[in-house]
């Protein structure tokens, strides 16, 4: 069986991304997944990260006023090119039962979702 490599598209280096790492394509998740793959993990040395801190202002009431989204940014290790983001919406870190009114915490921690545009790498097969 042939296993697929991940290169990036504009310089076409290896990304070294694992298909054992890959989350299926009809997984939920909140953030969605549309023109995405998702890994549970990758390897550092080929990626270089950006935190990313926007607050997108909208005014719903007189006290709150905005949606504050931390993310951070894939790129390229090579090029430095924009692959995608890390979203935190991956599955439970914990044994919880859900997010909503269980527990002192009402939220529940979860695994790191590294989430790759398919219009920014190019998938080929290892024979």
Not at 1 to 18: G, H, T
């Amino acid at each position: 069986m042939a296993l697929p490599i991940y290169s990036c598209k504009e310089c076409e280096s290896d990304l070294n991304l694992n298909p054992n790492d890959l989350f299926p394509p009809n997984f939920y998740f909140e953030a969605g997944n549309k023109g995405t793959i998702s890994f549970a993990a990758v390897d550092a040395d080929k990626f270089r990260f950006e935190k990313e801190d926007k607050i997108m202002p909208f005014f719903e009431t007189l006290n709150y006023w905005g949606i504050q989204r931390k993310r951070t940014k894939i790129k390229c290790n090579s090029c430095g090119h924009l692959l995608g983001y890390i979203y935190d919406d991956g599955p439970p870190l914990t044994g919880g039962i859900g997010q909503y009114g269980f527990g002192p915490s009402q939220v529940v921690p979860r695994a790191s979702r590294y989430r790759l545009k398919t219009k920014t790498i190019r998938v080929s097969s290892q024979t």
